[in-house]
């Protein structure tokens, strides 16, 4: 079934304390002093147990749709 969604391929997302938001080095500029890494195992096993990650690591609408499926 085609969805008519085209994903987009990034090597990693992070939190940038300056842009405050969760950035990708294409979306972002700032150096690494501001950027937060997640760990995309730990976020898996956090959507896994039900729990909205912070959302300075996922945004909450996202969270929980990955929630609906994951359960």
């Not at 992070?14 to 700032?30: A, E, M, S, W």
Request: proline residues 7%; aromatic residues 6%.
């Amino acid at each position: 079934m085609d969805l008519g969604i085209e994903p987009i391929k990034f090597k990693e997302a992070f939190y940038c304390k300056r842009c405050d938001l969760i950035v990708t080095p294409r979306t972002c500029g700032h150096n690494n002093d501001s950027h937060i890494g997640m760990s995309m195992s730990k976020l898996r096993e956090i959507i896994r147990k039900g729990v909205v990650p912070p959302e300075k690591t996922m945004r909450p609408e996202i969270a929980r749709i990955l929630m609906k499926y994951n359960g």
